[in-house]
C-alpha cells in the first residue's frame, strides 16, 4: 500500500516569506507527527495529532510555526516569516494508535532552504 | 526526560566485518527503543525496536541489538557488513512521551 507522502520533495524560499508543507499520511493511521531534521543533528520533535484530540505543540520552536490536520488525515504545517535557520528537512510520520509501542511510518521528508 | 546518546557520528567497516553501532539511552521510566536506518534521499525506515519480553530483538536486513537496562543501552550489531549496509542509522527512545527522542545519528560507510 501507499506509504506516507509528502510535498513538496524542495522547497527554496526567501528569507520572510511563508511556507506550507504537506503531509499524507498512511489511510488509517490515526497519530500524525511532525519533525525537523538539520543538518549533523538528529530529529527534533515538533507537532503531534492524535485523532480528534488536542495536537502535542511542545516541540515547536517559535510562535512562527503552526500546524493543522484537517479531517483527521491531512496534515499542513506553516511556518511564516522564514528565517534562515529553519532550513532543514521536514519530516512526517503516522501511525496506526496513538500508543507508544507502534512504530511511526515516515515520509520521505521536504528539503527547506531559506535564501 | 528521555534522551539518546549515540557515540560516534561516522564509523567505517570493512566489507564482511562485524558492525557495532552504539546508542544509550536516558529515561524515567521503562523505554520503548527503536533503531531506524535513513539511505541518502529517502525517509527513515524502521530497523527494530524493543518494547517489552526477550531483550535480545532481531530486525531486517540481518540486524539485531540488545536492551540493556544495566548498561542503558540498545547497541545495534550485524555480523557481516555488506555494501548496501551504507547509510546513516538513528537510535530513538519513547517513553512516557508521545513523540521519539532521537540520537544525532551515525554514519555507517563499508569500505570493500
Known amino acids: 500500500g501507499a506509504g506516507v507522502s509528502q510535498s513538496p520533495s524542495n522547497k527554496v524560499t526567501e528569507k520572510g516569506k511563508d511556507v506550507e508543507l504537506r503531509c499524507d499520511p498512511i489511510s488509517g493511521h490515526t497519530a500524525l507527527y511532525w519533525y525537523r531534521q538539520s543538518l549533523g543533528q538528529g530529529l527534533e520533535f515538533l507537532i503531534y495529532f492524535q485523532g480528534n484530540s488536542a495536537p502535542d505543540k511542545s516541540g515547536l520552536p517559535s510562535d512562527r510555526f503552526s500546524a493543522e490536520r484537517t479531517g483527521g488525515s491531512v496534515s499542513t504545517l506553516t511556518i511564516q516569516r522564514t528565517q534562515q535557520e529553519d532550513s532543514a528537512v521536514y519530516l512526517c510520520?503516522?501511525?496506526?494508535?496513538?500508543?507508544?509501542?507502534?512504530?511511526?511510518?515516515f515520509g520521505p521528508g521536504t528539503r527547506l532552504t531559506v535564501l | 526526560a528521555q534522551s539518546v546518546t549515540q557515540l560516534g557520528s561516522h564509523v567505517s567497516v570493512s566489507e564482511g566485518a562485524l558492525v557495532l553501532l552504539r546508542c544509550n539511552y536516558s529515561s524515567s521510566v521503562p523505554p520503548y527503543l527503536f533503531w531506524y536506518v535513513q539511505y541518502p534521499n529517502q525517509g527513515l525506515q524502521l530497523l527494530l525496536k524493543y518494547t517489552t519480553g526477550a531483550t535480545l530483538v532481531k530486525g531486517i536486513n540481518g540486524f539485531e541489538a540488545e536492551f540493556k537496562k544495566s548498561e542503558t543501552s540498545f547497541h545495534l550489531t550485524k555480523p557481516s557488513a555488506h555494501m548496501s549496509d551504507a547509510a546513516e542509522y538513528f537510535c530513538?527512545?519513547?517513553?512516557?512521551?508521545?513523540?521519539?527522542?532521537f540520537g544525532t545519528g551515525t554514519r555507517l560507510t563499508v569500505i570493500p
Open positions: 530513538a527512545v519513547r517513553a512516557g512521551a508521545n513523540n521519539l527522542f
Open positions: 510520520a503516522s501511525s496506526p494508535e496513538g500508543t507508544s509501542r507502534n512504530e511511526q511510518f
